[in-house]
């Protein structure tokens, strides 16, 4: 179990470019979510993936964000024309299951910064 | 849709002194609950978590949560703090038989004095 991975671990961007998020969940994880989490609140929910499918999205998800997970394994997040709104913390989490309750294994994050 | 309330965002207290961290949930149907922690500069981990059964559990390091289905709630405590436990915890709601997406709450801020 080396953990769930998270590249790059800081970015730095000027407003309206696009940016490529990566994580590497753990190896036999078939569920995988994005997190955004701003400074003082908790991680707010984006996106989830059961393999490559993606079964949910949250409404508040701009149609700049997009995610993709082929092949079930690794995923990407990228923001188009980037905001300085978008500024936070990215967390990807992965976990197993086949039924509800499965805890969730955080990676470190990655820290966007738009200016 | 399930939702999280932390009422307390900070909570400072002595080493050696109890603390409870509140979190109260909502939901039209049953859940599953967990806490997470944070230490400054780390992820999140998992510190405990309810899924049935007992409805209170325990975590290694001397926590423990009470999972109560009539006030929506899921506290978490510990008997005696140390400075280690200085950390940001997060409370987190999952539907049962729903999606399995997870909510947070806003987090709580534990500062343990010396």
């Known amino acids: 179990d080396t953990g769930v991975s998270q590249n790059p671990r800081h970015k730095i961007t000027k407003r309206g470019q696009n940016v490529t998020f990566r994580c590497d969940p753990i190896?036999?994880?078939?569920?995988l979510y994005w997190y955004r989490q701003t400074l003082g609140q908790g991680p707010e929910f984006l996106t989830y993936f059961q393999n490559e499918a993606q079964l949910e999205k949250s409404r508040l998800l701009s149609d700049r964000f997009s995610a993709e997970r082929p092949k079930g394994s690794f995923s990407t997040l990228e923001i188009q024309r980037t905001e300085q709104g978008d500024s936070a913390m990215y967390l990807c989490?992965?976990?197993w299951g086949t039924g509800g309750g499965s805890p969730l294994h955080f990676g470190n994050g990655t820290r966007l910064t738009v200016t | 849709a399930q939702s999280v309330t932390q009422l307390d965002s900070q909570v400072p207290v002595f080493e050696e002194a109890p603390v409870e961290l509140r979190c109260n949930y909502s939901s039209s149907v049953s859940v599953y609950l967990f806490w997470y922690v944070q230490y400054p500069n780390q992820g999140l981990q998992l510190l405990l978590k309810y899924l049935s059964g007992s409805t209170l559990v325990e975590s290694i390091n001397g926590f423990e949560a009470e999972f109560n289905k009539s006030q929506t709630s899921f506290h978490l405590r510990k008997p005696s703090v140390h400075i280690s436990d200085t950390a940001e915890y997060f409370c987190a709601v999952s539907e049962m038989g729903g999606t399995y997406k997870y909510i947070f709450g806003t987090g709580t801020r534990l500062k343990v004095l010396a």
């Open positions: 190896s036999e994880h078939n569920r």
């Open positions: 989490a992965s976990s």
